[in-house]
């Protein structure tokens, strides 16, 4: 399975990395991003599967950062997070209103927050942590790594079943080169775009079975999706 993407937004280190350590425990990719301004860069490239935003960070403030996340269509939708010192009723409502899903006061356990993400997951964001996932007439088994079209059974290398995990997670949302290599192959790796294509072309292959719909949309010049027919 393809572990859920986090982006921790926090300007004390010493939180950050407790969060970080927290979250990657219970199988998380996570990001820190120290400043709101890096934070807003960074979602620009690539939008994680939640966020953790404190309200105080430097060059663009939490409260800001997500009311112009809000204005965008990509992270309209994107599970937020609050975290604050701020403990009054007007500052929670703020930051409920701009667009916060959950709020957290400092000092919080870190039981609360872990449950408190997953929920936030589980409620906004089902389909990352199913172990089962549905496009129209593909299914796909995280637990059994088996791919079904219809009644026929799919032969899948490991980096197609990855890359079509991916997809489905997102179903019609364009993806580029770029962010399926980060999203499916890590940042760590480098690995030239040209690949992506290689593997796209296999997975089409794979799954388009004869007489069947294209499901993989390529879009020129911006990346590929897969579609719902």
Not at 21 to 28: H, K, P, R, S, T
Not at 112 to 138: I, N
Request: with cysteine.
């Amino acid at each position: 399975m393809i572990a859920p993407k986090i982006m921790v937004v926090e300007d004390e280190e010493p939180l950050g990395v407790l969060l970080r350590y927290n979250l990657e425990a219970e199988g998380y990719q996570v990001e820190v991003v120290m400043r709101g301004d890096e934070a807003e860069m960074r979602l620009r490239e690539t939008v994680p599967d939640l966020l953790v935003l404190d309200w105080m960070v430097p060059a663009v403030s939490g409260i800001e950062l997500c009311r112009r996340l809000r204005l965008r269509a990509e992270t309209e939708r994107l599970p937020i997070i609050m975290l604050t010192a701020r403990g009054e009723e007007t500052d929670r409502v703020r930051g409920l209103t701009t667009g916060a899903d959950d709020y957290l006061v400092k000092p919080f356990s870190m039981p609360e927050f872990v449950a408190r993400v997953r929920a936030l997951l589980r409620r906004a964001k089902p389909e990352v942590l199913s172990s089962v996932l549905k496009v129209d007439d593909l299914v796909l088994d995280r637990e059994t790594h088996r791919v079904h079209r219809g009644e026929a059974e799919l032969k899948l290398g490991p980096t197609e079943f990855r890359l079509l995990e991916f997809l489905m997670q997102h179903p019609g949302r364009v993806f580029s080169r770029g962010q399926l290599l980060d999203n499916v192959w890590g940042e760590t790796l480098y690995i030239d775009e040209r690949t992506v294509d290689v593997h796209v072309g296999r997975l089409r292959k794979a799954v388009n079975l004869d007489g069947l719909p294209d499901v993989i949309r390529t879009i020129r010049g911006a990346g590929y999706a897969i579609r719902e027919i």
